[in-house]
């Protein structure tokens, strides 16, 4: 008797486990784990997306075509300028409203609402509403530049300068989220600290530069983390904007899939730029908590731990 | 606040400082209210006379837009597709997610670590990586032009988030309590659906928002599921409209407008779950 207990103890014990777990792990591995697996499978073959499984197989084909690919090359160019600009502009200004909104300054309940108004909305509703006040004809941002005497804009219509139209819509809906981050992580900041640069003489900008800045380093790492595996999928604003154009001078890695796989059914090809995005993401995340936010991870939680 | 203590130093306090930097604020506050203002009040404007007075108050004010809006049946129907599909999802993610995380949180067992580290990794991988070969199995399993199609996927992809904050929210809650309860009789279920659910409500309305957003925004998934209009959700609406009447250009707008409505109306009631949501993913993504 009293050897048995443990046993069925422990048996009821695994039992509980595995009930509570089939779940998630039935959805995680059907919906998530699968078509990644899926997409590894079907990149090495040729094949259109019709029922059944693929059968042509073509070894590397689909990778070495993607590699030699300009609208391939020209997407991961320009995912790359979106990571810089984000990093360069976008950023520092969240930081740098985040820092204001932190003061005393009047309204600034408002503003906060205000500026992360934007990030509840959808990216289609974004897109439309931008298609509209960068409409080269009769568009908002055109009118206000006439103001000023500056020539009308092409905006998302002419390939240099949609880009730039692009960046400017993702930082309208986005900056503002990171300015949250920005805020909650100047919070967690002990006010101790600022208060003793303040005493021992420290100016405004020092106690921001040696104080504030150093302890937002883990926020900052998080933030930078998010705005590039952003960039990696960026899909529905270009989708529904330019659909990649004008001749693909917009076109991301995400909306080069989507034509392969789903207009043009080369869904082998598509699967190729599928397990690219997946290999990029996987080695970004990998390198990136391993190098940069090691540190981090500890501390950043007990700061979270204090807010709640 | 240092205004005072440091009168003389150039860099800190003074007024023209504090009215520079109320003037960054205030130009930021234009580029995104402007933008917001223009389409709230292009809606009631006919597209004549927002080519010409783009930015002033309507002259006259028309509202035909907004009430052929509000009186069309296919907007009605495109809301309650997406309340059904965001409610059903963040259901079906919060019960799946939660026990998982209270197995994470609160039993030790072999390869527990490994397990949860795999359910974490599925953050990094965004929906447009498995967007094609989701379609290939959802048309296996004949999920195309269902619901389920979406609400499914949404919730497997919202788990990793989902776990991860629930999991450090029942951590937090100590472990007497669940000594207790279980020499009161209770099952490990019945602990967790009648003591730690209940004390754990706020991390559930955190991910519950989160899930709810996520759901209510989602673009591409819906649009490779629905070919049957009559399921559209509203992102697939406002799309179709655009290119349906893409030179009426403030009958879109008042369209995107209302269709904004319900997003921002939840954003104010939820503001603090979701900027707790965030904040908290952010940190331990």
Known sequence: MKTMRPRSHKLRGFTTILLFLLPALVLFFGLVVAPILLAFYASVFKWNGMRGLPTDFVGLANFTRLLADEVFLGDLWRGLLLIILSVAIQLPLSLGIAMLLNQKIRGRAFFRLLFFAPYVLSEAITAVLFMMILSPTEGLANYILGWFGIDPLDWFADPSTVMMSVFIVMTWKYFGFHMILYIAGRQGIPRELTEAAQIDGATGWKVFRYVTLPLLGPTIRISVFLSVIGAIQLFDLVWIITGGGPSHSSETMAVTMFQFGFKRFQVGYASAISVVMFFISLVFALFYQRYVMRRDLEGASTVLRDQR | ?285
């Not at chain 2, 309340?83 to 609160?106: E, G, N, P, Q």
């Not at chain 2, 670590?113 to 399993?141: D, K, N, Q, S, W």
């Not at chain 2, 992102?235 to 269709?259: C, E, H, K, N, W």
């Open chain 2, 1 to 285: 606040m240092s205004a005072n203590r440091h009168k003389h130093s150039p860099t800190s306090g003074g007024p023209l400082r504090s009215l520079s930097l109320h003037a960054v604020v205030v130009i930021t506050a234009l580029f995104v209210g402007i933008p917001l203002l223009y389409g709230v009040l292009g809606g009631f404007k006919t597209t004549r006379q927002l080519s010409s007075n783009p930015l002033g108050l309507p002259d006259p004010w028309v509202p035909e837009n907004y009430t052929s809006v509000l009186g069309s049946a296919s907007f009605w129907r495109m809301l309650w597709n997406s309340t059904y599909i965001a409610v059903a999802t963040t259901l079906v993610v919060v019960a799946v997610s939660a026990l998982a995380a209270y197995v994470f949180a609160r039993f030790a067992f072999r390869g527990r670590e490994a397990l949860f580290t795999m359910f974490a990794a599925g953050l990094m991988f965004p929906f447009a990586v498995a967007i094609l070969p989701l379609f290939v199995l959802l048309r296996m399993f004949g999920l195309l032009d269902n619901p389920l199609g979406v609400i499914l996927p949404q919730a497997a992809f919202g788990m990793p988030m989902t776990i991860i904050i629930l999991r450090g929210f029942f951590r937090a809650i100590p472990g007497e309590i669940e000594e207790a309860a279980i020499l009161d009789g209770c099952t490990p279920f019945g602990f967790f659906w009648r003591i730690l659910l209940p004390m754990a409500k706020p991390a559930v309305a955190t991910v519950s928002v989160l899930a709810v957003v996520n759901s209510w925004n989602q673009f591409m998934l819906p649009l490779v599921v629905f070919s049957d209009d009559s399921l559209f959700t509203i992102p697939l609406g406002v799309q179709q409209f655009q290119g349906q009447y893409a030179t009426d250009i403030s009958r879109v707008m008042a369209y995107i407008v209302v269709a904004m409505l319900p997003a921002l109306g939840f954003y104010a009631v939820a503001e603090r779950q979701l900027v707790s949501g965030l904040t908290a993913g952010a940190v331990k993504g």
